[in-house]
């Protein structure tokens, strides 16, 4: 079925405590992410570095997780500014009457929108964006720094701007919500210089799918390097480089992983372990698995 609109009245932001823990920091910080293969780079909304920021995000976000499930599960439906994807503990969120949406625009987005919405309900729009901004030619080239000071003299609310990304040839991709994400699409000027701005939609990638496989254990490293298809060792080397979380926690390759559990490889994707299907004979296990790459 197709995605249910937000009938007024219904669509709640938290309570003013939860919104006090869970709001972002008013600099909208965003580490900086930079893999091999990968033609994306990661800043925040001001084009920094900013790796040492990350700590303004308020930790006490997760205490309040249970709140916004119980408000889920009395008939409302939530959705949060961005967050910072590794504040948020994956297995709080885990309720048979409640069901929840994280969404970045990108499948290995740090900053997320959380959606929670009642069971009965089938599917709830995230309301979040990406759109393709283009400089036009006309003067030097901008590298990421001079878009995200653009962008910043737009004055746009920062808790609804997500993940910027450079891509090759010039252009930016901004994942957004709300008035934020309307101003942007309807952008012909930035900077000083003409715009081409195009939605590219609600998830930019090359998608994601639903994956049945064998593994011998539940080990993080083992059925992450199952699951993305790539060699353990590979994987392993991500794990040590603290590329890799299992709950927004940097992972162990000793970790294992559940149902419910979300595995996140900096440069890859996400896994979300949806359950496991048998064991076989030779006491291995089939898991199913979302793969977002």
Known sequence: MGAVALPVGD???PSAGALQALQPGQDGVQRLQRCAGHPERVHDVHGR?????ARRYPARMKQKLPTLV???RGGRVIRTPFLDGDDIDRRQLQDEDVRHKLAGGFPDARRVVLTLH?????????????????PQAGGPPWDVQDFAVALRRLGLPEDQLGDVREERGGAFLIAATGKA?????DLTELGGREVEVEEVGETAGRGSKTREVVVPSMRVDVVGAKGFGVSRAYFQQGIDGGKVRLNGQPARASSEIREGDSLSAEGIGRIDFKRVVNETRRGNFKVELDVHR
């Open 181 to 185: 994400a309307q101003t942007l699409a």
């Open 118 to 134: 009642p069971a009965h309900i089938p599917e709830v729009d995230s309301g979040v964006t990406v759109l393709r901004v283009a």
């Open 49 to 53: 570095s900013v790796a040492a920021c």
């Open 70 to 72: 119980a408000q889920a």
């Open 11 to 13: 669509q709640d932001q």
